[in-house]
């Protein structure tokens, strides 16, 4: 476990209540990261482009918009963007829905679970495509636990920009400053705290060395993270105010 000085000191005053948990998807709720490796190889190679895991690992948080525009000119590629797009997007959900092992990480749900009876209202903001939240919530269970999804796709600027995490605040109804992102990549722990969040890193192999140093704490894995429950300075809406999922 690594911890920045800004998070040991949460808690120290009423205004440093954490009043909701925002997930980002992929490498955190579940372990795609290796999964998408394999989709954008197979993308990569039907545009005549060959997709190292190196490069693979600077796309992690970054939106399919803003991976393709880039993969495009890098490559000197003569697909155009919605092209490319569409092609990417197909793969990714054929490959999603006939895919065997998509489940949670391990010790999640116990996590989620446990905010939900505290009465912590539980976001998802992932650059990910809608329609790959839902498939991906309803194949591993765990939809239940979130009142708000929120994606790349409904934000002007994706990640490392903080719009997806503002705006999944407001939807939430919680003040950024009282909101805590639990993020596996440098770009998502960057727009993390460009909204005013505090940042969990969860340092996940399968998304690659990320610099996760600026987040304000890093661990391994949900059990670590379970351990200190009891000292995040959590404030639960009024069950009577909370709309129970």
């Known amino acids: 476990m690594v911890a920045n000085k800004e998070f040991e ?6 205004d440093d ?11 955190v709720l579940i372990d795609s990261e290796p999964i998408y490796f394999e989709i954008e190889r197979s993308s990569f190679a039907h545009f005549g482009a060959k997709m190292t895991e190196e490069e693979h690992h600077t796309y992690v948080g970054v939106t399919l918009e803003s991976m393709w525009r880039q993969v495009l000119d890098k ?19 054929q490959t999603m829905l006939a895919h065997p092992k998509l489940t949670a990480m391990p010790s999640v749900e116990r996590w ?17 495509p809608r329609a790959l939240i839902d498939l991906i919530m309803d194949k591993t269970g765990l939809g239940k636990y979130f009142e708000v999804r929120m994606t790349g796709e409904e934000v002007t600027n994706g990640k490392p920009a903080p719009d997806i995490f503002l705006t ?12 805590l992102v639990i993020e ?12 005013g969040m505090r940042c969990i890193g969860y340092r996940n192999p399968g998304s690659g060395d990320q610099d996760l140093s600026k987040a304000d704490l890093q661990i391994s894995s949900y059990d670590e993270l379970w351990t200190l429950k009891e000292t995040l300075p959590l404030k639960g809406r009024s069950p009577s105010l909370y709309e129970i999922i």
């Open 17 to 27: 209540s954490i009043q909701a948990v925002i997930f980002d998807m992929d490498g």
């Open 168 to 179: 999944t605040a407001e939807m939430i109804g919680a003040s950024p400053s009282n909101c």
């Open 184 to 195: 596996d990549s440098r770009n998502g722990v960057q727009a993390a705290k460009s909204a």
């Open 75 to 93: 490559h000197q590629l003569t697909a155009t963007v919605e092209e490319a797009l569409a092609y990417h997007q197909h793969n990714v959900m």
């Open 112 to 128: 989620l679970s446990w905010l939900h009876e505290q009465h912590i209202p539980i976001a998802v903001a992932s650059s990910s």
């Open 9 to 14: 000191g949460l808690g120290e005053s009423k």
